[in-house]
Each structure stands twice: as C-alpha cells, then as structure tokens.
C-alpha cells in the first residue's frame, strides 16, 4: 500500500527513506505516465545469486546489464517506487562528466597524462549512455545537441575560456566560447549570461521515461524488481548476505548497492559516510505563451548550467513549452519545506528570463545528491575478501554515468575485466571524512562563501 511522501526525509538521521511512499511531486512524475508492471514487495523469503540494494537508475541498469549480457538474473529491492530517488528527481542532464572535477582539475590532480586517459574513459563511457537512449524501447524525449556552460559574471567568462583551451588543445575536445550575442541568438536570452562555452557532448532526458525503460528491459531479460522492499538489516555469514526486509529475507551470494545519495551510515560499515548528502530542488513552470517562448529566446532545448558554485542548471523543454530550472536547496531535511528555497529559483528566473517574472511554477520538488568527499566517483568492490560492490559518490551528474557505471558493475560481478581498471574510479573506495559529526556545519559556512563568492569574484 502506498504511503504518503515524505519531504522532511533526511539520509544522516533516517535509516530507512521509507516503505513504498509516493513519488516526489516531480515534472517528471506528472509526465511520465503510469509506471510499468514490476514484481512487488518481496513476500517471502530467496535465495538469489546477486542482490542490488535500489532501484534508480544504477540499480535498474545493472540489473539489466547482468540479465542481458552475462545470464545473471539479479533481484533489485528497492524502498519505495522504482526510480524514487535521485533518478525522479534530477534535471535530467546527462553530461559528459564524471563527478564534479573539471578536466583541467583532473591534470591538477593527477598530471595531464592521466586527464587525456579520464576523457577517453569519459566518451567510451559516454557510448554507452547515448545507446541505451537510443534504443528503441526506451522512450524518454532525449535532445542531444550538447551542452553549454554559461559564464554568469565577466570574470567566469576568463575561467571557461581557460577550461575550453585546455580541452581543445591537451585533450582535443572541441568546445567552443561563444558570445553573449551568439548565446542569445543559438540558444536562449539569459539576461546574466557574459558569455559561454558550448560542449559538443551531452543529452538532455526526461530521467523518469528513461528509468522505466531500464526497467521494462531489465525484467524482459529475466531480473525481478521488487519495490516496497526496504533492507533494514544486513548481516553476513559464512560469506552469505541476508538482507531483511519486510516481507522476507534475501540470502544473496552478492550484493551491490546503487542507493546513492539515499543511503544511511548504518547500512554497511563499507558504506558508512562515504557520501555527503546534498539536497538540489528543480522546478518547472507553468505552460509559457508564445510571446514569452519569443522574449526569452528559447530558440534551442539544450541544457545549460550556469558558472556559479552554487550553480542553476536550466532548459526548455519544447514539448510541453515550459521552463525547467534547479540549484541547490535545504542543508537538512527538516528545512525542505522552508519557502525561500522557492524564492530563490523565482529570483533566479527574474533575473535570467525577466519576462517570465512572477510565473507561475507549476511543480517544485527536492532531491539528495551523493556528493564524493573528492569530488570523484567510484566504481568498485571496496574490500577483495567480501561479495560486496557498489557505485556511488556521482556528485550531480550521474543521468549519464550511471549507464557506464551499471555496465562495470555486471563485469565485475560477472568476473570480467573492465577497460580502464587502473584508474581512480576503480581503484580505490569512496574516501570518508575524518570531521563528519562537523560535515553540516562545514556545509553551512561553504554555502555562505560560496553565495559571496559568486556574487563578487
């Protein structure tokens, strides 16, 4: 029986996000349509050869990689509905990202030979992405025209314009500055914009048409998806897992966890505070008139993300002709429903699109990231001697990684090789944090330089 959403809902203080509550009242939700068949709440107690804990798109797709590609027909336990989480929730902006390092900040890391390697992992990665939603059975509106960074201040226009000589000429990715002029012109009339850098790479998705078409594909090949099925219990014996959940015990040979941003300390010691959780909201507008479609340049339905720390990321979206806007929102859950995070996406569309001043928003909606505490995520068995992987830590940008990510999942579970296995997001577990009683404070005080700061540098 559904249960009423929860929007207080918090991972550090929440050990569970629920047992099958309703979708968030996302645009994706409303236009979607019915969800497709899946198994149900798991009524008795299994014995399976590989369980994966959530039911997103990490977690769907892998299930569907293993089923197609190598025979193995996994069981997905997932809390609520499918795709309930992050995979409902985000701006469904598949980047060609991983985690929230520039390439430039890859060579500061880890020296220019191993960024060139990055980015190639990145567009190999990015192959699989554009695949799956181009296949025929998945439906889910992609607009692939790239992707553009928008530079919101003069002085950001000098940083991308540094990032996009570092790409065209160590990495030979042809990005490309263009003006305010020609941003307005091509794309659309951010009245903040000083300029931007466009990326030939990216696919915009409505995230939660993508999901059920994992899903349809996914039980076609054999996995069961049983949502309402929350793991409140994990204990391990004689190198056999038993997740508990209301209605039956799963004895699993391997388990893989794909509950990104919604997963708490206590599920797994290899999981505790690995992740920061980060709460971003999106909302989307009410239906615009074609004057305003006019007075605010929507010529394009490529994404756009802005050059702040605290940065909006921003559509159109042509079928149904409205706008799509999010950013950063409530530090805690019990914040969530505080009307000023609202106020300051309706303050960001006044001074981005001043003739959509005052809409009306039709569909407001929160959200958890998984933010790495460096910034990089990982996909990895993080301890050889347990049946244990996971694939975590995406930090926003996970519409596109998480299909690579899914198809290493079932190679390492499956016990193949991946490409690419020495570098570092196969090389190490998600790092933690040494001050993590302190991590929401520390949040605080870095919101607060970063608002100053994008207001003055």
């Not at 025929?136 to 960074?149: F, M, R």
């Not at 309706?346 to 001074?351: H, Q």
């Not at 001043?354 to 995520?377: C, E, N, Q, R, T």
């Amino acid at each position: 029986m559904e249960t009423a959403f929860k929007p207080t809902y918090d991972p550090l203080y929440d050990r569970t996000p629920g047992e099958s509550s309703a979708y968030a009242p996302s645009y994706w939700v409303a236009d979607a349509g019915e969800p497709p068949a899946n198994d149900g709440a798991l009524n008795r107690d299994v014995s399976v050869d590989v369980a994966i804990i959530g039911g997103g798109f990490t977690g769907l797709a892998t299930a569907l990689f293993l089923a197609r590609e190598h025979g193995i027909k996994a069981h997905v336990l997932e809390a609520n509905q499918v795709a309930w989480g992050c995979s409902s929730r985000n701006g469904g902006q598949g980047h060609l990202a991983w985690g929230r390092l520039s390439r430039s900040q890859w060579a500061q890391r880890w020296g220019v030979d191993m960024a060139k390697r990055i980015h190639k992992n990145t567009l190999a990665g990015f192959d699989i992405f554009q695949s799956m939603v181009g296949d025929e059975n998945i439906d889910c509106n992609p607009k692939g025209d790239g992707n553009v960074l928008v530079a919101h201040c003069r002085s950001a226009t000098d940083r991308l314009a540094d990032e996009s000589r570092f790409c065209n000429t160590i990495l030979g990715y042809k990005t490309t500055m263009i003006s305010r002029h020609e941003l307005h012109e091509l794309y659309m009339g951010d009245q903040e914009a000083a300029g931007a850098m466009v990326e030939p790479l990216g696919i915009g998705v409505q995230p939660l048409k993508l999901a059920f078409g994992y899903l349809r594909l996914a039980r076609k090949y054999g996995a069961r998806v049983h949502t309402g099925s929350p793991v409140s219990h994990w204990r391990t014996e004689n190198k056999a897992h038993f997740l508990t959940t209301p209605g039956g015990i799963v004895k699993a040979r391997v388990v893989i966890v794909a509950t990104a941003g919604y997963t708490h300390h206590s599920l797994h010691p290899l999981l505790a505070y690995k992740n920061m959780p980060i709460m971003a909201n999106s909302a989307v507008t009410e239906t615009l008139s074609s004057q305003q479609i006019t007075d605010c340049g929507f010529n394009s339905p490529i994404f756009l993300t802005d050059s702040r720390r605290l940065r909006f990321y921003y559509r159109y979206l042509p079928e149904e002709k409205r706008l799509q806007i999010g950013t950063r929102s409530a530090i805690t859950g019990k914040d969530n429903d505080n009307p000023r995070h609202l106020n300051i996406i309706r303050e960001a569309i006044r001074r981005k699109f001043p003739a959509l001043d005052g809409i009306k928003i039709d569909y407001f909606w929160s959200g958890w990231m998984d933010i790495s505490h460096d910034m990089m995520p990982r996909i990895v068995q993080p301890d050889k001697n347990q049946s244990i992987y996971y694939a975590q830590g995406y930090s926003g940008n996970g519409v596109s990684f998480s299909a690579y990510a899914a198809f290493n999942l079932a190679r390492l579970v499956a016990g193949k090789k991946v490409d690419d296995a020495d570098l570092p997001i196969f090389t190490s577990p998600l790092p933690g944090h040494p001050l993590r009683p302190l991590r929401r404070m520390g949040q605080r005080l870095l919101f607060l330089y970063f608002s100053l700061a994008d207001r003055l540098l």
